[in-house]
């Protein structure tokens, strides 16, 4: 039988509590022999499920190579491949979710690596797929992000998840500065092409409109992280309207867990919200209506907060912004220097 390490500070394992290492390998084992058993997954599934929940507990002192050296087998029958595969050519929930996370090389895709951003990702990738996106009879189904886009230096902004969340060319993960917040990543088309291809024209211009904007209220943009509210791609035809994750608990529950942890690693002085559909899934509906900036709770934690339009609408939208005298852009620049005043970064 395999050993368990007694710690895990290093590497993916870091998304795991020591504490909880034991416990969690336990489950993992007794829902691997349950999949089995019941055949709820076919052979190959169960592997690689198995071997991803093992990655994200990270148990084994120098890593999931440790596997290679283990007896794996006496964790689940031995009618479960063990094998090395190509996880591209597997799939978790379906013909459409074949892009999981097989090496180090392929999950970062070209994105610069990051504690911080490796932890945050490890984490999103220790929750089941069945456990928390919905079921088969859910449409549109939210699917869960396994790979990184394919990074490029022609790229503004690696958004998270998807990227590593900040501008392309910083050295040093940012923090006690800003928190950029959008709604969700994308659909899932778009999504696979940009996992091979890298990103789309319009997609890049999200990103170089709303740093156009932060920056002339006087954001260093550099020292930002930029992510989404909620965890996942639609598997729908468009990603307009509210994300359709947000009637299904448990989807919720794993954003709030990244948002969560998210507010943790970057330590955001100021958060800056993009969107009605970000305000109303935090509560902060006010923001958006009479506001635009306050001190007030996001995750639980006192922050200062301000609405900004999304830029995918900006231009239908902009023009209903008044804030302190002035409307639309104006408006817009005038909340962002407020919010930079009241977090002591101006």
């Known amino acids: 039988m395999f050993s368990i390490a007694t710690s895990s500070t290093s590497g993916i394992g870091e998304c795991v509590d020591a504490y909880l290492i034991g416990t969690n390998v336990q489950q993992t084992i007794e829902d691997g022999q349950y999949w089995v058993e019941h055949a709820t997954y076919s052979p190959d599934e169960v592997s690689v499920r198995f071997s991803h929940r093992l990655v994200a507990i990270h148990p084994f002192p120098k890593g999931i190579e440790a596997l290679q050296a283990a007896d794996e087998r006496e964790a689940i029958p031995t009618r479960v491949p063990t094998r090395q595969q190509d996880w591209r050519e597997l799939s978790c929930d379906g013909p459409n979710f074949s892009h999981v996370r097989a090496h180090e090389s392929d999950y970062k895709n070209g994105n610069p690596s990051f504690p911080e951003v490796d932890r945050l990702m490890a984490k999103l990738l220790g929750y089941p797929d069945s456990d928390y996106y919905g079921s088969v009879d859910d449409f549109p189904k939210m699917v869960p992000l396994r790979r990184w886009v394919k990074a490029s230096q022609h790229d503004l902004v690696h958004i998270f998840p998807g990227g590593n969340g900040l ?155 008044q804030f302190d005298g002035k409307t639309g852009h104006e408006a817009e620049i005038e909340i962002i220097r407020k919010a930079m005043r009241m977090g002591g970064l101006a």
């Open 167 to 321: 501008r392309h060319g910083v050295e040093r993960f940012p923090s006690d500065y800003a928190l950029v917040l959008m709604h969700d990543f994308d659909v899932l088309d778009l999504y696979l092409d940009a996992v091979e291809n890298g990103y789309k024209n319009q997609q890049q211009a999200t990103s170089i409109a709303i740093c156009r904007v932060l920056e002339e209220g006087g954001v260093d943009t550099r020292r930002c992280f930029f992510s989404n509210r909620f965890m996942g791609v639609r598997d729908a035809k468009d990603q307009y309207g509210p994300n359709p994750g947000r009637r299904y608990a448990p989807f919720v529950r794993l954003s709030d867990a990244i948002l969560d942890a998210t507010i943790d690693a970057v330590r955001p002085r100021v958060v800056f919200l993009l969107g009605k559909h970000v305000l109303d899934s935090l509560g902060l509906e006010g923001l958006w209506r009479n506001e635009y900036v306050a001190n007030t709770s996001v995750a639980g934690r006192k922050i200062i907060a301000a609405s900004l339009t999304h830029t995918s609408k900006r231009h239908l939208n902009i023009g209903r912004v």
